[in-house]
T-cell receptor, first 113, second 110 residues
Framework: NAGVTQTPKFQVLKTGQSMTLQCAQD?????MSWYRQDPGMGLRLIHY???????DQGEVPNGYNVSRSTTEDFPLRLLSAAPSQTSVYFC????????????FGSGTRLTVV | RKEVEQDPGPFNVPEGATVAFNCTYS??????FFWYRQDCRKEPKLLMS???SGNEDGRFTAQLNRASQYISLLIRDSKLSDSATYLC???????????FGSGTKLNVKP
């Protein structure tokens, strides 16, 4: 099992560019989430999904879009990159949501210049 | 006020020591609690769930105090390999949204 796979691992963007961070899981998990991690801030929830076709906002959704057309994939789209979006992004998935915690991907390190 | 608060540390302890971390949460209706471990430049990994009755896994013991709204993690007989950042995680508002503390850094020295 690959678990949760994120691509790319590293990315540098210019201000104003858009891009999509990919996340795929092969564990048939219904629940998927995107977090960003900044020094001293911990992980903050951006968007989450409880199943294909269902998404909702987390703590810091502005500037990001998500979609969930399949159970396996949960891409995160940056609409117009800003330096404040420089961060490490983690995708996570869970079979049952609250009861058993989340499995994380290895992260995408994004720098916006 | 943050939803989940942790002492950032670092906690510097010798091998073999016992060390304890606390984490406070703001929402009394929270239902699920976890401790995650994160190594430098790696993803968080689930260490253990925290149940109302407390739970133990080898050298690690987790406790929940609902009245005071905190959870704790106790590590006995610390190993060098325990050096990491420990993240407290609490679900808030609904079952599908998890909130992370900013982590407590542990350094175990020889």
């Amino acid at each position: 099992n690959a678990g949760v796979t994120q691509t790319p691992k590293f990315q540098v963007l210019k201000t104003g560019q858009s891009m999509t961070l990919q996340c795929a899981q092969d564990m048939n998990h219904e629940y998927m989430s995107w977090y960003r991690q900044d020094p001293g801030m911990g992980l903050r929830l951006i968007h989450y999904s409880v199943g294909a076709g269902i998404t909702d906002q987390g703590e810091v959704p502005n500037g990001y879009n998500v979609s969930r057309s399949t159970t396996e994939d949960f891409p995160l789209r940056l609409l117009s990159a800003a330096p404040s979006q420089t961060s490490v992004y983690f995708c996570a998935s869970s079979y049952s949501g609250g009861a058993d915690g989340y499995t994380f991907g290895s992260g995408t390190r994004l720098t916006v210049v | 006020r943050k939803e989940v608060e942790q002492d950032p540390g670092p906690f510097n302890v010798p091998e073999g020591a016992t060390v304890a971390f606390n984490c406070t949460y703001s929402n009394s209706a929270s239902q699920s609690f976890f401790w995650y471990r994160q190594d430098c430049r790696k993803e968080p990994k689930l260490l253990m769930s925290v149940y109302s009755s407390g739970n133990e896994d080898g050298r690690f013991t987790a406790q929940l105090n609902r009245a005071s709204q905190y959870i704790s993690l106790l590590i006995r007989d610390s190993k060098l390999s325990d050096s990491a950042t420990y993240l407290c995680v609490v679900n808030m508002h609904n079952f599908n949204k998890f909130y992370f503390g900013s982590g407590t850094k542990l350094n175990v020295k020889p």
